[in-house]
């Protein structure tokens, strides 16, 4: 929270329609964004997370972001 306070000014995320934060121990490799940003439009979303999959790689840190089948 204090990042986004101190760097994600209005002046500065304006001109993007999504910005991306992540957490320093988030590996993104695999990461596509368009299918979750398509999630994010068809939803109407202002603010989400990718639902983490407990089979492969470690258990989440907290389980709420664990995606549910």
Excluded: M
């Excluded at 929270?1 to 695999?30: C, T």
């Amino acid at each position: 929270r204090w990042f986004a306070k101190r760097f994600l000014h209005p002046s500065i995320v304006a001109p993007y329609d999504y910005v991306f934060v992540w957490d320093e121990d988030l590996g993104v490799d695999n990461f596509a964004a368009e299918p979750c940003l398509d999630i994010v439009r068809r939803h109407g979303l202002e603010i989400s997370q990718p639902g983490l999959d407990v089979t492969k790689g470690p258990a989440p840190t907290y389980y709420i972001t664990a995606r549910k089948n």
